[in-house]
């Protein structure tokens, strides 16, 4: 899983790389600045549910350019958060 959400962060990166306007470019930033997070999280925690959520923030920041040019980025984070939801929670409680 960590090494589909370098993926999708690196398909992110390739997309800010590109000259855009500013406000696309914010929320390009944003969303792979958010897919690191739920990487990191996940990586350093083993915290699915903290990386869903930072997924699903990115998701929406990419779902607010309306731009068809990203929607195959939309597909790979929705498969992200669909294979880290079906990680069973952790008890950290218990732990």
Avoid: H, Y
Avoid at 27 to 39: P, Q, T, W
């Amino acid at each position: 899983l960590g090494e589909r959400a370098r993926l999708v962060e690196d398909a992110v990166a390739r997309l800010a790389d590109r000259r855009l306007s500013g406000t696309v470019q914010l929320r390009l930033n944003e969303a792979e600045f958010l897919l690191r997070m739920g990487a990191e999280r996940l990586k350093l925690f083993d915290d699915a549910t903290g990386a869903v959520q930072a997924f699903r923030l990115a998701d929406a920041e990419l779902a607010a350019l309306d731009d068809p040019q990203f929607a195959g980025v939309r597909q790979a984070v929705s498969a992200e958060i669909a294979a880290l939801a079906a990680v069973p929670a952790v008890d950290t409680a218990a732990t």
